[in-house]
């Protein structure tokens, strides 16, 4: 940890006094401009003066009681006596509380509580003093100052340090937008703005830019002569020499670490945590060199120095024996360093001290506070490496059973970390600590192999569900603890305003991006937005018990609930989880289970861009018609007997439930191929496709396959239709509120003439609405939406694969002013959907960017976000007529009582069956897949008895009428 320099200054009519009046408000506030003066005046002996003479004096829980303890804390905190100087800030917050309308003392101490958090590496609690300096600094109409600025930045550095980096960035560009705005702003301010953009995005692993800042701040550096200048530039030597040893240039950032410690000695002293970082990362370069005797030697200078400043109990000191056990383990002294992983885990807690490294860390996990989770997993992650360097050289299988026990307890101090992070950040926090799934899910099934134990299975497919749903299943969680955790309906409505506000906000960013960077008021309200939600979450955590219980019981579904509660007698479960080349998977059907391991040859990612070009690319299939279609029977039947055939070999289930993984999600399994004719035959029509003998459902887990069963279980089972058919004849070539790059989306927009078909034949099916034309907006869509079951929507949808949160449904376009008529995947997510099944009739719907930790990124996966338990979807840009008869038949066969995933299985043979040449090739029929809940729905008949009765009642209508008409003329 830095020395961090206090330079805030007090200045207040109501504290300044002159020297005569001598009264203790006046002394503090000499004390205070003390401690305030770059570098800090002396003021020992002042401070005993006065705590000798005028702090008896003083009434006790006063104003003034809280400024000396804010500056007694001010003060231990420059002398690096940390542990003293919580003692008094922590006195200083509880007077502070009596004194709230004097905004003066009020920002003082908590700048100085933020500060003495931030030392002792008790980031929440220093952003939550952060975040009270903001309501003060607004009440004391500072909302535009240097010190406010200065506060945002601070903020940013915290949630850098707990790897929450999208929002550090967010809180640096706000401080950035202050001092840009500010005629005080001096080039140094600047300077120390861009270390800190330089460190998140270090952080954030994005390497060019953390250079591209390093250079900014430099530029300021050189160009000023002052001391601070010089404390600063001596830092950025850090920052860089850290940055050419990131990025491999090992030899020119141990020249600029040498030159970097002598100045650090120079200007900090020997005993500085300056110092002891500098000696940290000058140990990783020479590991870097291979000089491991000279690392170790520098590692434990380090380890000495910051043990001395911050006691046995600092994150500061836990990493440095972290770092320690990388390097034992590098020197295969691996019962070593066992010893310096525990020596790290302790100094990672407030008060747990046992030194034995054998002992089970899940108990004491659930026990005691980790102070720095990431730093935790980092260092259970080596300690997991030393027990399986020590299996192989013994083969001792309690080694494995303690290598597969710390696993468990990275995966627990993961999610604490995850409960507290936005959905960005827990995607990154999963890509950077995504080993421990991989390494627990290898050595469950080296231990489920040794043992034929159940729970290792078990073990290693909950770490695998652990892996696929960072965000989804969280936000399903979240949605049921707003809907049954007591929350006042106001509150909800607040929720969800301010999500659509926040939705609204992003789009319109969205857009602006295309053309230009967006304006500071844009990024001003967002940033508004999204801290108004953090805070009302916050008071929904804490107010309302149930929802926080709710929210965060991260229940992980088992092979065992999922055989008891979903598997029926014909269905079997199959897992995938692939770490290349070995693939593991998870086999279960109702009265067995299995776990094994198979591996992919060297053509894995080649063989799926292969298949999926045959399988989707008619253009290509009927140019290249014989090597098409070999190699569609080749691959096709490869991946059956590669993926599926030693699963299904001893099964006669006809019901499989499919959770992919990684790539194979890409795929529809029902287009493989059992067996293939020896002569090759172009026939699409009769190949034996796994169709004919499977009925197949696919789930992004088996955790989400028990959530979307509650979903079906809690909501209405009969169900009427919104259907919508987008119509794209009228081209808008200009509009004023529409930007460039949509306006080439809607010109390159096809018609779908069979679209309208399509909806219109549901008419005949089902109950419902049904919009066409320029009924087939955004905004109506939106109005309808909360009343309806099932949502079917023929439509264009837009992949965006590089941002797959920007992908959108393409609705008519109206010319709107509050809506562009592109339903954006990030919209999706907030929509207030009651839908028990959304069929997205529309091109890759289901496709999209892999992502650690949330499988594959797609309009689907939003509209799950958004609560839907079923989906029907797409894996690659459809053909328009043969999904309308596709769709057609589908709505026929749910309307009978089949299973989602049956009628669309009985759909695509009926289409098959009535086909032949290229328009029985899959690329017509197997795009679409049903995901998530399968059960039956009833569709809303048709009031048919009432129809008839009523024609009934108009022809005995006409009856009397024409009787009474003949009555009347005979009695005439």
């Known amino acids: 940890m830095k020395l961090i320099v206090l330079i805030f200054i007090f200045f207040s009519p109501n504290i300044l006094f002159s020297q005569k009046e001598a009264s203790p408000r006046a002394k503090l506030a000499a004390l205070q401009k003390m401690l305030a003066s770059n570098p800090p005046t002396p003021i020992h002996k002042a401070l005993n003066a006065f705590e000798q003479n005028e702090l008896p004096k003083l009434t006790p829980n006063s104003i003034e009681q809280q400024i000396y303890h804010s500056i007694k804390a001010n003060y231990l905190g420059l002398e690096e006596s940390y542990a003293e100087a919580i003692l008094h800030i922590r006195k200083a917050l509880q007077i502070a509380k009596l004194y709230s309308d004097s905004i003066q003392p009020s920002i003082y101490t908590h700048w100085v509580a933020r500060s003495s958090y931030e030392q002792i590496g008790h980031y929440d609690k220093a952003i939550k003093q952060g975040k009270k300096l903001i309501v003060f600094y607004n009440k004391d109409r500072l909302n535009q100052t240097l010190e406010l600025a200065n506060n945002y930045q601070k903020i940013g550095i915290f949630y850098k340090e707990k790897t929450q980096t999208n929002r550090a960035i967010e809180y640096f560009n706000k401080a950035l937008a202050i001092y840009q705005n500010s005629p005080q702003t001096t080039p140094l301010h600047l300077a120390r703005l861009y270390r800190s953009f330089s460190m998140g995005y270090f952080k954030a692993g994005d390497y060019t830019q953390q250079l591209h800042y390093i250079k900014k701040a430099l530029v300021i550096c050189k160009k000023d002569s002052s001391h601070t200048s010089r404390r600063l530039e001596i830092s950025l030597l850090n920052n860089l020499a850290g940055h050419y040893l990131q990025v491999g240039q090992t030899d020119q950032g141990l020249s600029i670490y040498h030159e970097y410690i002598a100045a650090t000695t120079k200007e900090h002293g020997a005993i500085s945590t300056i110092t002891a970082m500098a000696y940290m990362n000058l140990a990783i370069a020479y590991a870097q060199l291979n000089d491991l005797a000279t690392s170790e030697t520098y590692f434990r200078k380090s380890i000495a120095i910051k043990t001395r400043i911050f ?403 809690t909501q209405a089972k009969q169900v009427e239709l919104l259907a919508v058919a987008a119509d794209y004849k009228n081209k808008v070539v200009t509009q004023k509120n529409r930007s460039e790059e949509d306006l080439m989306f809607r010109r390159n927009l096809k018609p779908l003439p069979a679209a309208v078909n399509e909806v219109k034949a549901l008419e005949k099916v089902t109950k419902g609405i049904f919009l066409y034309d320029q009924q087939a907006n955004e905004t109506l869509f939106k109005k309808h939406l909360p009343h309806y079951g099932l949502i079917h929507l023929a439509m264009h949808g837009i992949l965006n694969k590089k941002n797959p949160i920007a992908s959108s449904l393409a609705f008519t376009e109206d010319g709107a002013q509050t809506e562009d008529n592109f339903l954006h995947a990030f919209e999706i997510s907030n929509l207030p959907l009651n839908a028990q099944l959304v069929v997205l009739s529309a091109c890759e719907t289901g496709f999209g960017k892999f992502e650690k930790g949330e499988g594959i990124m797609s309009l689907a996966r939003s509209f799950m976000h958004a609560g839907v338990p079923s989906l029907v979807v797409s894996l690659w840009q459809v053909n328009d007529y043969s999904t309308s008869e596709i769709m057609r038949f589908f709505y026929t066969e749910l309307k009978k009582g089949k299973s989602k995933s049956a009628a669309l299985r009985s759909a695509k043979l009926t289409y098959l069956k009535q086909r032949n040449g290229i328009a029985a090739h899959p690329a017509l029929w197997a795009p679409f897949i049903q995901l998530g809940n399968q059960e039956p729905l009833t569709l809303s008949a048709f009031q048919l008895f009432s129809f008839v009765n009523g024609l009934l009642l108009l022809f005995f209508g006409i009856i009397i009428v024409f009787l009474a008409r003949l009555f009347l003329r005979k009695k005439v």
């Open 311 to 713: 006691g046995s109990h600092n994150p500061n000191v836990a990493l440095a024996y972290g770092n320690l056990t990388i390097l034992l383990n590098m020197m295969g002294r691996h019962d070593d360093a066992l010893i310096a992983s525990q020596q790290s885990f302790i100094a990672n807690t407030l008060n747990y001290k046992d030194t034995t490294p054998l002992v089970d860390l899940l108990p004491i996990i659930a026990k005691y506070k980790i102070l720095d989770p990431i730093n935790a997993i980092g260092n259970l992650n080596n300690r997991t490496m030393a027990f399986q360097h020590l299996y192989k050289k013994n083969k001792d299988i309690a080694n494995l059973k303690h290598a597969h026990q710390t696993v468990l307890a990275q995966i627990a101090i993961l999610d604490q970390a995850k409960n507290k992070l936005s959905d960005q950040d827990k995607l990154k926090i999963l890509n950077k600590n995504f080993m421990p799934f991989t390494i627990g899910i290898k050595l469950a099934h080296q231990l489920y192999e040794l043992t034929q134990d159940r729970k290792y299975l078990e073990d290693g497919f909950q770490l695998a569900e652990r892996s696929r749903d960072a965000t989804l299943t969280s936000a399903l969680s979240s949605k049921r603890a707003l809907n049954f955790g007591g929350i006042p309906d106001s509150l909800i409505q607040k929720e969800n305003q301010l999500k659509k506000a926040i939705s609204k906000l992003d789009k319109k960013i969205l857009e602006v991006n295309k053309k230009r960077k967006p304006p500071y008021e844009l990024q001003e309200a967002l940033f508004a937005k999204k801290r108004a939600l953090e805070v009302l979450i916050q008071k929904l955590e804490k107010d309302y018990p149930l929802y926080y219980q709710l929210k965060y019981k991260n229940h992980i579904a088992s092979v065992q609930e999922i055989q008891q509660i979903i598997l029926d007698q014909q269905a079997t479960l199959i897992a995938y989880y692939i770490q290349f080349p070995d693939v593991y998977i998870w086999s279960a059907t109702q009265q067995t289970a299995n776990f094994q391991r198979i591996q992919l040859d060297s053509n894995y990612t080649k063989d799926i861009q292969a298949f999926r070009k045959v399988l989707t690319d008619l253009k290509y299939v009927q140019a290249n018609a014989t090597i098409a279609n070999q190699t569609y029977d080749k691959l096709s039947h490869k991946f059956y007997t590669t993926l599926l055939k030693p699963v299904l070999q001893n099964s006669s289930n006809e019901h499989l439930i499919i959770i992919p993984d990684h790539l194979l999600g890409h795929l529809p399994f029902e287009a493989f191929t059992a067996s293939i004719k020896e002569d090759h035959s172009v026939d699409y029509q009769h190949k034996n496709y796994l169709i004919h003998d499977y009925e197949i459902q696919y789930s992004y887990s088996g955790t989400l396959l028990l959530q979307n069963k509650q979903q079906y279980d």
